[in-house]
């Protein structure tokens, strides 16, 4: 073992892990892997967010709605804003119909926006364009994982090498990192000024806990994804502020009838079932129906000047 490294007893099998100081970061996976657990979620075969093919699939069919679904403004905004300011550059993971990319592209000179599902690009592209903020946005047709973070000296920064910006934002996009304790170092690496990661804390919108009840096929989803991101960055002694934000959503449909089916999908549930357990959250709305529930968010900042 190097200078800085130490190891700890797991004390499950007993084995003999080597980490990295600080030494207060061992506590966390040295009890849990949580890579292995993450691991465990990624192939769960009832998981097919796993799969990019997913992505193609599901954003050819929706990438025109997914607002919809959404309330302005999205949860970290003012966490994202306060970390910006003074900043040039700011790198987004994943930018989907880009409701971060505009308030960044809004606030920072360049904006790299990373993402790799095609009818995502286009429909990025063409709004951007058409709210006149395309001329500040890269977008890079590339997954995070197969993105190399160099030196910002170095002169052959590409698509595929990428040097550092002064943000990072990740919002509700490493879903399917293969390695998330590396990709999580990589988002540190690129970040020079701090980095911002959005996803779910665990909390479970009321159709879906009804869905997993109902049907053991259904995956009991979102894993809370924003706990296995703090616990790995621990492991790299990194340990970001994390906020919760309750933040709206809704969905909406002309009847009934439309609006549970498109939540509960094809879960093995009665629709009247649905309909009476969901009441407390639908109501009428323009000649149809909404479904309106809170879902808590939880925001990840870290800043270098915390280092
Ligand atoms: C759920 S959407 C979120 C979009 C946006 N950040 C937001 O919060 O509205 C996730 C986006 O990340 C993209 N994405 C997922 N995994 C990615 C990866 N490994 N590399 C690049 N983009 C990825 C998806 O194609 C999609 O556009």
Redesign the pocket.
């Given at each position: 073992m190097t200078r800085g490294e130490h190891s700890v007893k797991s004390p499950a099998d007993g084995a003999v892990i080597d980490r990295v100081d600080p030494p207060v970061a061992v506590a966390t996976s040295g009890i849990i892997d949580v890579q292995d657990a993450w691991q465990a979620h990624l192939t769960d075969e009832r998981n097919d967010w796993a799969d990019p093919n997913r992505?193609e699939g599901f954003?050819a069919a929706n990438v025109e709605s997914y607002e919809d679904r959404?309330i302005e403004p999205?949860a970290g905004i003012g966490v994202i804003d306060a970390l910006l300011e003074g900043g040039e550059s700011a790198l987004e993971?994943?930018?989907?119909?880009g409701?971060?990319t505009r308030r960044l592209s809004q606030r920072v000179d360049r904006v790299t926006a990373?993402?790799?599902?095609t009818p995502?690009r286009s429909y990025l592209r063409s709004s951007l364009e058409a709210a006149g903020l395309a001329d500040s946005v890269d977008i890079v047709p590339?997954?995070?994982?197969h993105v190399t973070i160099v030196e910002a000296s170095d002169a052959e920064s590409t698509a595929a090498r990428l040097s550092p910006h002064d943000v990072v934002v990740a919002?509700?996009?490493l879903?399917?990192?293969p390695e998330l304790g590396e990709c999580l170092e990589r988002i540190h690496a690129a970040a020079n000024t701090g980095f911002v990661l959005?996803d779910s804390p665990g909390a479970v919108p009321p159709h879906r806990r009804l869905a997993i009840d109902a049907d053991e096929t259904v995956l009991p989803s979102p894993p809370p994804r924003a706990a296995y991101y703090s616990t790995l960055l621990a492991d790299c002694g990194l340990f970001p502020e994390v906020h919760i934000e309750r933040r709206p959503r809704v969905r909406r449909a002309s009847t009934l009838e439309r609006l549970v089916a498109d939540l509960l999908g094809n879960a093995a549930i009665e629709p009247d079932t649905a309909a009476d357990a969901l009441d407390p959250w639908l109501n009428r709305h323009d000649g149809g129906w909404e479904y309106r529930y809170e879902l808590p968010v939880a925001v990840l900042v870290w800043r270098a000047s915390d280092a």
């Open positions: 992505d954003w959404l999205p993971i994943g930018p989907g119909t409701r971060y990373i993402e790799d599902a995502v590339r997954s995070w994982e919002g509700w996009s879903y399917r990192q959005i």
